[in-house]
């Protein structure tokens, strides 16, 4: 059962805590449910887990992974537990955490590795995100105006899907802006377009840059990650090949090469100079060198690291 997979992925907490206790504003929540809830929580005595809800969201959580689902009517039953429990401290607010009278742990960190390695339901679920966004990429037409262009892909994406995050269209020097805002004018070369397809909860994120003078050159340095890309590369030497790589212009790539990819957009392992992440197979990552000039170019696929090297999810 994917459920128990996921428990087991915790199980090593059983040693220095009596349970933990996720709030549904938490994607941990779902992480373990497979079900978005208001005003509820997920519990684990590392036996028995339990959603705790109201009358209004019973019916939704029985749809859920957990079989055990208590409605309560006064959340502070929530916080009456005993002993050590673990929660996510970044998810919890000052409030709550004033009106818990157990031992309260942080396992935020905990949690964010245990979602690192993905199971097959992961990926199962990833492939299709990137086998959509395949789709998307190549039956929209890439002309007209910025905006209505943005429209039309959130259109497609939500015929067979949802929306992992707005879709960028960036175009002329809109391109030479990472997080560029499509506005109301016509499309001009170089035409960039990233987009992002949330499958059964689980995301896509892939950016296409067409009629770029930089994209001969943001290929190869692709082709060069591509060929180090395996199990026991650390993130921080990707990192620093791609500035190398870069060379005179490396003061133009202005983010990290990658990020995780799972139930969020951004997730563990993240890239950078300072961190310390060593690649391992099962984690679902994105790969993303870009330059901003005059104009920018930025190529992002999506990479599910094997046990010998890699499968690219979004070879297109």
Known sequence: MELTKRLEKIDFLRKKLDSILIFSNDTNFFYFTNCSLESSAFFYDFNKPIIFTNEMEARRAKLSWVKNIEVIKDSKKLFSHKGHIGINFTKTSIAAKKQMKFKAIDISKHLEEARMIKTGYEIKQLRKACAITKNIFE???????????????????????DIAFPAIV????????????????????????????????????????????YESKIKKIISEIENKLKPGISANSLDVLVRKLM????????????????????????????????????????????????????????????????????DF
């Open 247 to 314: 060379g005179k212009d490396k003061k133009y790539f202005l983010h990290g090469i990658g990020h995780g990819l799972g139930i969020e957009v951004h997730e563990r392992p993240w890239f950078g100079k300072k961190v310390s992440n060593v690649l391992k197979a099962g984690m679902v990552i994105a790969i993303e060198p870009g330059l901003y000039k005059q104009t920018g170019c930025r190529i992002e696929n999506d990479y599910l690291i094997t046990d010998d090297g890699f499968e690219k999810l979004t």
């Open 139 to 161: 039956k929209t037409e890439k002309k007209g105006n910025e905006k209505e262009l943005k429209a039309l892909i959130e259109y497609e994406i939500s015929r067979k899907a």
């Open 170 to 213: 960036a175009s002329g020097a809109g391109t030479a802006i990472p997080h560029y805002q499509p506005q109301n004018k016509k499309i001009i070369k170089p035409l960039l377009l990233d987009i992002g397809v949330k499958y059964n909860g689980y995301c896509s994120d892939v950016t296409r840059t067409y009629n770029s003078p």
